[in-house]
């Protein structure tokens, strides 16, 4: 089983924000910053739901309602180009670049795929290096590692 806390949110349109993080709301009262926040377990079931079988291995794919509350039309294309990644396929950030038609965007793709507001669900963690290596994620290498291995990716790094 996956030990991690998450932060996760959903708006009545569907799941919002996942985060795994220590458990603190701050990072989420900064991204709903005009929202009032209310805590509703039931609102949050199916999505709990979801990821705990995904992090027991026994999910490959996420079948949520996403409401995507913020990012600029660039970051969102990036988002939905993450979607595309398959269960246990990776992708080099030069690869999303080119999917959304604008190749010499790789940096500002890292850019966008670090402020993903909807972790593991819109994939983040399958992007790596274009040598194979891994890079950044909001959740620390470690975080990514155990995703990838949920996942088959064998990493030699």
């Not at 991690?4 to 569907?14: D, F, P, Q």
């Not at 979801?50 to 039309?73: A, C, N, W």
């Not at 080099?92 to 940096?107: L, T």
Request: glycine letters at 12%; hydrophobic letters at 35%; charged letters at 20%.
């Amino acid at each position: 089983m996956f030990d991690r806390l998450y932060t996760i949110a959903s708006t009545e349109k569907g799941l919002a924000y996942v985060s795994p993080d220590d458990g603190s709301l701050i990072p989420l009262k900064k991204h709903f910053k005009d929202f009032d926040l209310q805590e509703d377990a039931s609102m949050n079931a199916g999505s709990i739901k979801q990821l705990e079988e995904y992090t027991e291995g026994s999910r490959k794919e996420f079948h949520l309602d996403l409401d995507i509350q913020s990012g600029t039309p660039f970051q969102q294309a990036v988002w939905q180009a993450l979607l595309t990644i398959p269960f246990g396929q990776t992708r080099h950030y030069g690869a999303i670049a080119d999917g959304i038609n604008n190749p010499k965007a790789v940096r500002a793709v890292g850019g966008a795929i670090g402020r993903n507001p909807i972790s593991i669900v819109i994939p983040c963690h399958r992007i790596i290096g274009k040598n194979g290596s891994l890079t950044g994620y909001s959740g620390g290498i470690d975080v990514k590692k155990k995703l990838l291995a949920i996942e088959g990716v064998q990493q030699g790094v």
